[in-house]
């Protein structure tokens, strides 16, 4: 299995990572030992500042499949920690469409050069100790990505207009009213 395969991977609905035929059917494929470990990102665009002028982020935040879904849904019992904090460009240029596309490929970017290090250890695995300090072989693929309806069209390549899921437009759904 490929590290880009298992970080590519579609989003699928399940009770539990750990139940899905997925990774009941890639486990055979890594070495003995080894184990996954899902990874699940999240991210929502926040307002950081409103004394220096409104400033906007794009915290991006990082949890594992192990940790039950009822926790994760939860703040206060922080779940979640932060990995980066992605910018929210403002570009100058007279074409309004053009400004969009820079600052959405600026997003990608960024969350390329951050989840790289994850990237690798879904390619190669990565040694990491275990609740009681033994070292285990883990490889890491993002299970699920986290986001309201505006960053998914954007991590989606997508305009407003369009389904994030499918090639469907607003004018193949017929009269809105």
Known sequence: MTGDHAWNLQVRSHVSILQSAWLIGSQKDLPEGASHLG????????KVSNIAG????????VSLTNIDSSV???GSLHAYIPLALLPVAKFVH??????GVLADC???QCINLVVEPLKQAAHLGI?????QG????????LVAYVVDTTEELVIACATMNSSPVTMATCKDFGDPI
């Open 127 to 131: 040694m990491m100790s275990n609740p």
């Open 106 to 108: 600026l997003l990608h």
């Open 54 to 61: 409104n400033h906007y982020a794009h915290p991006l935040l």
């Open 134 to 141: 033994f070292s285990r072989y883990c490889f890491t693929p």
């Open 39 to 46: 990874v699940v990102l999240s991210s929502d665009k926040t």
């Open 94 to 99: 007279r074409n309004k469409h053009m400004c």
């Open 72 to 74: 994760r849904t939860k």
